[in-house]
Each structure stands twice: as C-alpha cells, then as structure tokens.
C-alpha cells in the first residue's frame, strides 16, 4: 500500500481530484489531503466538491510519502507559492516518487523549477509557459516521463488515473 499526498487549495476542478483520490483509494492506498492549513474546507470551483485538508503542508515531509498527486483548476495558482509547496514536490522528485499533475498541476511543477528537460503535457493554453520553463510539450491525453505523469483536463483521467496506479 503506498501513501499518496494529494496537494490542494480552493478552487480545483472537482473531477480531477474527485476520480484520481476515490481510485487511489478504492486500489487499497493511502490517500492524504494536504493543503496550507490542517483542517481548512477546500471547495470545487465546480461547485460539485469540497474536501477537507487532512494536514497542512508545514505539517508534512515528503519522505513520509510515496507519490504526489496535484489536481487542476485554481488550486494550483493558489498553492504555487508557497515555500513548503515546493520544497515538498521538489524533494519528493530528488527522491524518484511520482508525480501525478493534470490540467493546471504542471504550474507547480514550473514554480519549483523541475520542468527543464523533462516531457509533459497540461491544460494546452499553458503550452507556451511549460516551454520557457525547459519542458518539451506534448498535447496528449497522458504523458509519462520518468517519475512524472500529466495529462491535459478531465476528458483525460482514465488515462490519467490508469498510469497514475500503474506508479505505484
């Protein structure tokens, strides 16, 4: 069983936390929502969702955990700040763990600096800003490189979810 960390801030796209977190957990993982604050009630921009941060990110290290997922949406425009964000996903990618980021989740991935050299799709209007941080953009329904998986929006979580369990 491994033990995931679910990164998230209000705002994300409902389904693309919704269908990879009730997969991670119905193949038997762990699933953990980490957001800035333990406690904090995080909401779908979709309206359909809400979820509520099982810890906060200055509460966690990301050797306690096996994988990273990083939903879509807002979220990640609202968690890519944050120091701890980042120290977090940049440790667990010195150490190999995978990580998982859909739609706008790659933004993170940018603001910690892990993109150059690397190929990865996202959301496609953010193809220019996945470019300039070094990476070679592919607008496909999941890219795999290494330790990475990302896929493009919701049309693509099966895709998504399948490599996802696949790592771990």
Avoid: W
Avoid at 26 to 54: R, S, V
Avoid at 97 to 121: D, E, F, N
């Amino acid at each position: 069983m491994s033990k995931v960390a679910f990164l998230l801030a209000n705002q994300f796209e409902d389904s693309e936390m919704q269908v990879p977190y009730e997969a991670v957990k119905n193949a038997g993982h762990q699933a953990d929502i980490i957001g800035l604050k333990a406690g904090e009630t995080l909401k779908g921009k979709q309206g359909k969702t809400e979820y509520t941060a099982d810890k906060g990110i200055s509460e966690v290290k990301a050797d306690d955990y096996d994988a990273v997922v990083i939903p879509g949406g807002s979220s990640p425009e609202n968690l890519r700040l944050d120091k701890g964000v980042l120290e977090f996903v940049t440790r667990a990618d010195s150490q190999g763990k995978p990580i998982a980021a859909i739609c706008h989740g790659p933004q993170i991935l940018i603001s910690a600096g892990l993109l150059k050299g690397r190929t990865i799709t996202s959301y496609p209007p953010l193809k220019d800003d996945m470019v300039n941080a070094g990476a070679a953009f592919r607008d496909e329904e999941v890219v795999v490189d290494g330790n990475y998986v990302t896929s493009r929006t919701p049309k693509d979580e099966p895709a998504f979810v399948r490599e996802l369990l696949k790592k771990l």
